[in-house]
């Protein structure tokens, strides 16, 4: 396969399993009340912040902006993006407990064991240690069953972002096992060294030209249509 036609088929992935599933379970899961656990004061005043009121359609906006444009889509993120790596061949689901997909290197030609995060940021300082834990696990694994592996083969692929971005913990986790981001990633699994850049190009335009539907409208109001009739509420 290509770049161009690699490029097309991630695109084209992003698409319709990471941007057309987000609408369709936004409006299938996050526009029904019963999807919410409600703090009742809270929802009050962040109804009284959207809409100078405390409304129906202010509740809804209140619970459904921070689901759809935050944890629904952040959360599925990577592990689309996992899922599309072996889908494509372009790695494997790791048979390892505590790595995520394993593949053959493209700029070095071993064989990699990879934990996979979505960008620079997205850890805590309570998952340095566990992390690095994982990391031994594997290494001691491989040693038992007498594998040819060595640190730079256990890494943390970070699929968006640079280096100058990553956070002290990552650069914690790097000083033992390499942390690969970006560019770099894209280019040791696919065998392209501009393919992120492109992807991200690629991305942008089709972003650009998606036809929203207008699922965030339908989703609020058909939410609000639930808020109405519920007996949490009373708007008199």
């Known amino acids: 396969m290509d770049e161009n036609q690699l490029q097309r088929i991630v695109t084209k992935y992003f698409e319709e399993k990471i941007f057309d599933n987000h609408k369709i379970n936004s409006l299938k899961k996050h526009s029904k009340l019963k999807s919410y ?3 009742p004061i809270l929802v009050k005043y962040l109804s009284k912040v959207l809409e100078d009121d405390f ?5 809804a906006k209140a619970l459904y902006y921070p689901r759809v444009l935050g944890t629904s889509i952040n ?3 990577g592990t689309r993006i996992q899922n ?3 889908e494509l ?9 505590g790595m995520d997909i394993e593949f053959i290197d493209k700029i070095d030609n071993r064989k990699k064991w990879c934990q996979l995060k979505s960008g620079p940021n997205t850890i805590n300082s309570e998952d340095v240690n566990p992390l690095l834990n994982k990391f031994s696990t594997v290494a001691n694994l491989a040693r038992t069953n007498q594998i040819n592996l060595n640190n730079s083969d256990l890494i943390l692929g970070v699929l968006y972002g640079n280096e ?3 956070s002290q913990h990552y650069k914690k986790i790097d000083k033992k096992h390499p942390v690969i981001i970006g560019a770099e990633f894209w280019h040791r699994i696919t065998g392209f060294p501009d393919f992120y850049d ?3 190009v690629n991305l942008d335009k089709m972003i650009l030209s998606l036809d929203t539907e207008q699922f965030f409208e339908k989703g609020y109001s058909a939410l609000a249509k639930e808020i109405t009739e519920s ?3 009373n708007f008199k």
């Open 89 to 97: 061949k372009l790695a494997n689901g790791s048979l390892i407990k």
């Open 164 to 166: 100058n971005q990553l």
């Open 84 to 86: 599309m790596f072996v």
């Open 198 to 200: 492109k992807l991200v």
């Open 231 to 233: 007996e949490l509420f």
């Open 75 to 77: 959360t599925s993120f």
């Open 37 to 39: 656990k409600i703090n």
């Open 55 to 59: 409304t129906p359609v202010g509740i």
